[in-house]
């Protein structure tokens, strides 16, 4: 089973990779870009047959270890 | 318009990132965790209304900055 987990800054935190990225794009021309949020990406396979247990079991996760929750939101998904 | 780009290491290269957070896991004792990747997932907002045109700006913007194709896999999703 594979779980996708997706850190980002809460609204209102500072993104400063985002804005160097918007500012580099800027200076390459893509001048249709308004806003860029950068975060992690995290993609971990579970040896576990239950869609529920797993669910939790990344959720704690998160909360220890993968994201900041004091400055970051995460998002998980679960797939077969 | 909403551009989701997802940047990975290729399959093959060492993703230490993922390795450390691996190990970190298992330390705090999550032994149904089988492999870790880890990887960057950018959000840019587009002024663009043009579907077709949006993924091509994002294709070349991945090729040009957000990427470096040596070494990273990307995949874009535009949403409306």
Known sequence: MK???NVFLKPGV???QG???HHALSSLHFENVKDVRV???IVLQLD????EKAKKDVE???EEL???TVIED???EIEK
């Open 60 to 62: 704690t996760m998160c």
């Open 39 to 41: 975060g992690k990406q």
């Open 3 to 5: 779980a996708i987990v």
């Open 14 to 16: 500072l993104d400063s």
């Open 74 to 76: 995460y998002t998980i």
């Open 48 to 51: 576990e047959e239950n869609i």
């Open 19 to 21: 804005k160097a990225v």
């Open 66 to 68: 993968l994201a900041n």
